[in-house]
């Protein structure tokens, strides 16, 4: 095999890997996002290190499309500087009219292949407490007094009695 031949493969295996290299070194990471209630906004964030001012492409979609739409958007994250060669970036995020489930978070570089992806769960929404109303005192009307029954003079019952007793004695003499 000549030298030159053996060169130009040496240099196109130095290309390759360098090409390698830099693609994979291109890198977006999504923070930990959770349980999030639908109607509640989220920010969607995380670190790079791509250069400041790079635009990142966000979509949140639905892991289990269904009939009506589940919810979901998109938009653009920009680059922000940060520490050192961790920069970060953000995205925020409605979750207004999006319907209970498990959602896919995809993070694409515009300019690249820097790509990468997370879920979360939206829950139902909190259950707002009805506000209950406050009785207002009512006038309560003062009660009549029933009027107490006026005592009667019970009669003897021993009189009754005598006569009743009287009356079957008289019987039976009248039968005799």
Do not use: H, K
């Not at 938009?75 to 922000?80: E, F, I, K, L």
């Not at 995205?91 to 319907?99: D, M, Q």
């Not at 939206?122 to 209950?132: E, G, W």
């Not at 109303?133 to 009660?143: I, L, S, V, W």
């Amino acid at each position: 095999m000549d030298a030159r031949r053996s060169a130009r493969i040496l240099a196109a295996l130095v290309l390759a890997a360098w090409v390698c290299g830099t693609a994979a070194a291109q890198g977006t990471t999504i923070d930990e996002i959770g349980t999030v209630a639908a109607g509640e906004t989220v920010v969607i964030s995380g670190t790079t290190n791509l250069a400041p001012g790079n635009r990142l492409i966000v979509e949140v979609t639905p892991v289990a499309f269904g009939p009506g739409g589940a919810g979901g958007t998109s938009g653009t994250a920009v680059v922000q500087a940060g520490n050192g060669t961790a920069n970060t970036w953000s995205f925020e995020v409605n979750t207004a009219g999006f319907e209970p489930g498990e959602y896919l978070v995809t993070v694409d570089w515009v300019e690249g292949d820097a790509t990468t992806s997370s879920r979360f769960t939206v829950t139902a929404p909190a259950a707002t407490p009805t506000p209950t109303a406050t009785p207002t005192p009512e006038a309560t009307p003062t009660p009549t007094p029933e009027p107490s029954p006026t005592p009667t003079a019970a009669g003897p019952v021993m009189p009754a009695a005598a006569a009743l007793a009287a009356a079957a004695a008289g019987l039976l003499v009248r039968r005799r």
